[in-house]
């Protein structure tokens, strides 16, 4: 499978951005997707993460993003979405989704997802 975010841009603290995660090559509903942001000089880090579909799509999220951010599943696109809302500064990075082909539960840690996609650039700032 392969991965391609977008989404990104420019928004003011408050606001909101909808990233995309769109996969070719196969159908994403047999892949655990996660979604990781990095900012400039500190390490990837994993912001959500989704089941797949066999595993009833069970999310997850770190937890300066519960409550804000949103991931979901749309198959009919073969797309997983990361809605972003009330955006901080400190949600400022470049956002990466990655995927795994498993029913096991999904995971926050990057080196656990083997296949991901080119970034995408968040920048929330007055």
């Known amino acids: 499978v392969q991965l391609q975010a977008s989404g990104g841009g420019m928004v003011q603290p408050g606001g909101s951005l909808r990233l995309s995660c769109a996969a070719s090559?196969?159908?994403?509903?047999?892949?655990?997707i996660g979604w990781f942001r990095q900012a400039p000089g500190k390490e990837r880090e994993g912001v959500a993460c989704?089941?797949?579909?066999?595993?009833?799509?069970?999310?997850s999220y770190t937890g300066s993003v519960e409550g804000r951010f949103t991931i979901s599943r749309d198959d009919g696109n073969n797309t997983v979405n990361l809605q972003m809302n009330t955006l901080k500064p400190e949600d400022t990075g470049v956002y990466f989704c990655?995927?795994?082909?498993?029913?096991?539960?999904?995971?926050?840690?990057?080196?656990?997802?083997?296949?991901w996609g080119q970034g995408t650039q968040v920048t929330v700032s007055s």
């Open positions: 990655a995927a795994r082909h498993t029913s096991f539960p999904c995971s926050p840690a990057s080196h656990w997802y083997d296949r």
């Open positions: 090559g196969a159908p994403l509903d047999s892949y655990a």
């Open positions: 989704i089941n797949s579909r066999a595993s009833y799509s069970k999310t």
